[in-house]
């Protein structure tokens, strides 16, 4: 069964610094794994996504992510935080790429100081 | 970005009714619809998958007489939570895949069940 880990609950970060939140995932195949932005009263935004190809990936609002095979890692990344940045953050894997149910971390909270 | 809508945003109700939530595809169809349960700070499980046409598939542990779910048509799922109890409460998303090969899905704004 796929798992994913997400290590960090809550995360602080100062305004303009940069941003850097784990995930590891479980799968026996290759993962379609995606990044979700969740703010409050907000459906579930997507960030971004691997399903194959250059293992740095590219998101909206400034976000990338690299998928390291041997780590079985897909951290989330931005160089610089703005105080907008301030929500729940999920990491998710499919079987299917979208076209399946997915299983999602735990989330982290992500709080921006200023 | 492909939109996808649900109704009512929240909702009230007294122990043993049974509550409707809808969710709809704005501006495509979506032959699959996800369901999903968030309880309050943790994460997003998934409950069943909505198959327009067919039965739905439940995930282990999920009641399927509990949470009846129905496609009704390419653009519309909808979940009964029947004879609701107060350990029902929780907010409850829905997603629905774009199609094309690598698919995005697109997550509906939930719906926050309070059973009294």
């Known amino acids: 069964a796929q798992s994913v880990t997400q290590p960090d609950i809550h995360i602080t970060v100062s305004e303009g610094a940069s941003l850097e939140l784990r995930c590891n995932y479980s799968y026996g195949a290759t993962p379609y794994l995606f990044w979700y932005v969740q703010s409050p009263g907000q459906g579930l935004q997507l960030l971004l996504k691997?399903?194959?190809?250059?293992?740095l990936v590219q998101g909206i609002k400034g976000f990338e992510a690299e998928f390291k095979r041997s780590q079985s890692s897909f951290n989330l990344r931005k160089p610089s935080v703005h105080w907008s940045d301030a929500a729940e953050y999920f990491c998710a894997v499919g079987a299917g790429g979208g076209a399946d149910g997915l299983t999602f971390g735990k989330g982290t909270h992500l709080i921006i100081q200023p | 970005g492909a939109v996808v809508s649900q109704h009512p945003s929240w909702v009230i109700c007294k122990s043993g009714t049974s509550v409707k939530i809808e969710c709809r595809s704005l501006d495509f169809q979506a032959t699959t619809m996800f369901w999903y349960r968030q309880f309050p700070k943790q994460s997003l499980m998934l409950m069943a998958t909505?198959?327009?046409?067919?039965?739905?598939?439940?995930e282990q542990g999920v009641e399927k007489d509990k949470f009846l779910i129905n496609h009704a048509s390419l653009t519309l799922s909808t979940l009964t939570v029947t004879s609701a109890h107060p350990e029902d409460s929780s907010f409850y998303i829905c997603?629905?895949?774009?199609?094309?090969?690598?698919?995005?899905?697109?997550f509906g704004p939930g719906t926050r069940l309070l059973v009294l």
């Open positions: 691997y399903f194959s190809g250059d293992t």
């Open positions: 909505s198959n327009e046409g067919s039965k739905a598939t439940y």
């Open positions: 997603s629905a895949p774009t199609g094309g090969g690598t698919e995005t899905q697109y």
